[in-house]
């Protein structure tokens, strides 16, 4: 147990589907982080957020819409999805807003039918 | 740009020592980090070393780094099943705002 909490733990959407994820961590710290884990790439960093502030973002598509209404808790927001979206999204946050000590959640697998 | 390398399959028996290596680019990344992924689980951070240090021991875990050469390995000594998992080597990104992963190395230990 990370202290960061993600659900869905899986999830199975259409192309036409909206869905989101959610993410919470518990641990006090600043900075949220979306990675996208696909099979037997690297990890891919998708948008970061510091004090709720977005401070990057990876020339990610715009069907992938991040929101961090707060230190807690982020987003995605996902719609008209591709299937080579599917992956595990992984969130994770750190003390410091540029602290690079980053706890992870557990992941969500989305499988786009 | 920056990248990360690593072997992406390392097989050992149940009480020998496991070596993952890994290479990295950015020479400027002032810590560099080990990461577990264990099956259906996230990423837990193992461990990381100060680019500053040779090498960084903590109980079975042994990091060893070779700056000149950008080279970074974990070894696990006296492996057991438990250790079974996929391992992560990560190092900052240059503007320091989030982490550059290898692919992973997948450790199987067969007892």
């Known amino acids: 147990e990370t202290g960061v909490t993600q659900t869905p733990r899986h999830l199975v959407m259409g192309m036409t589907n909206k869905k989101s994820l959610k993410c919470e961590q518990h641990?006090?710290?600043?900075?949220m982080y979306w990675y996208k884990q696909s099979a037997k790439k690297p990890l891919e960093l998708m948008f970061v957020?510091?004090?709720?502030?977005?401070?990057e973002n990876n020339s990610v598509p715009s069907r992938f819409s991040p929101e961090c209404p707060n230190s807690s808790h982020l987003f995605l927001h996902l719609h008209t999805l591709q299937p080579e979206d599917s992956a595990l999204y992984l969130c994770?946050?750190?003390?410091?807003?540029?602290?690079?000590?980053?706890?992870f959640g557990p992941g969500t697998r989305l499988t786009v039918l | 740009g920056e990248d990360v390398e690593q072997s992406l399959f390392l097989s050992v028996r149940e009480g020998d020592s496991s070596v993952i290596n890994c290479t990295y680019t950015?020479?400027?990344?002032?810590?560099l980090y080990w990461y577990k992924q264990e099956p259906g689980a996230g990423l837990q951070l193992l461990t990381y070393?100060?680019?500053?240090?040779d090498m960084k021991q903590d109980q079975r875990l042994t990091v060893l780094l070779n700056k000149k050469d950008k080279h970074l390995s974990l070894r696990i000594a006296d492996t057991q099943t438990g250790d079974s998992a996929i391992y992560f080597c990560?190092?900052?990104?240059?503007?320091?705002?989030?982490?550059?992963f290898g692919k992973g190395t997948t450790l199987s230990v067969s007892s």
């Open positions: 994770a946050s750190s003390q410091e807003p540029l602290s690079n000590e980053q706890f």
């Open positions: 641990l006090g710290h600043n900075a």
């Open positions: 957020y510091s004090l709720e502030e977005r401070v």
């Open positions: 950015d020479s400027s990344s002032t810590y």
């Open positions: 070393i100060f680019s500053n240090m």
């Open positions: 990560a190092e900052s990104n240059q503007a320091g705002t989030a982490l550059i």
